[in-house]
């Protein structure tokens, strides 16, 4: 129990000595992420305002009738919330 609690010491101590040795660079990339997101979701060439023409320009789909299902992981995650920002005032 003892060997067990001191296991457990010493991964908090790492854990905690790789999290402050990592957080600058960690800070950095979830910056490009947003910027990035941001860039495909609120420029006229970004991808969002291209599913969005492609979608307003097809007869088969209809934002009264059809859903869109976004699905993302991480910074997937983080694109999706700009594309849906760009897409929900125009109905979708």
Not at 26 to 46: D, F, M, P, W
Not at 70 to 88: N, Y
Request: glycine share 10%; aromatic share 6%.
């Amino acid at each position: 129990m003892a060997s067990t609690r001191r296991r457990a010491g010493l991964q908090r101590w790492r854990n905690e000595r790789f999290e402050k040795l990592f957080a600058g660079s960690g800070t950095a990339v979830r910056r490009e992420i947003k910027e990035n997101a941001e860039l495909i979701s609120g420029s006229a060439q970004g991808g969002s305002m291209i599913l969005y023409k492609a979608a307003t320009e097809s007869t088969a789909l209809d934002p009264r009738r059809d859903r869109i299902h976004l699905v993302g992981h991480s910074a997937g995650a983080v694109v999706h919330v700009h594309r849906v920002d760009a897409l929900a005032p125009r109905g979708w």
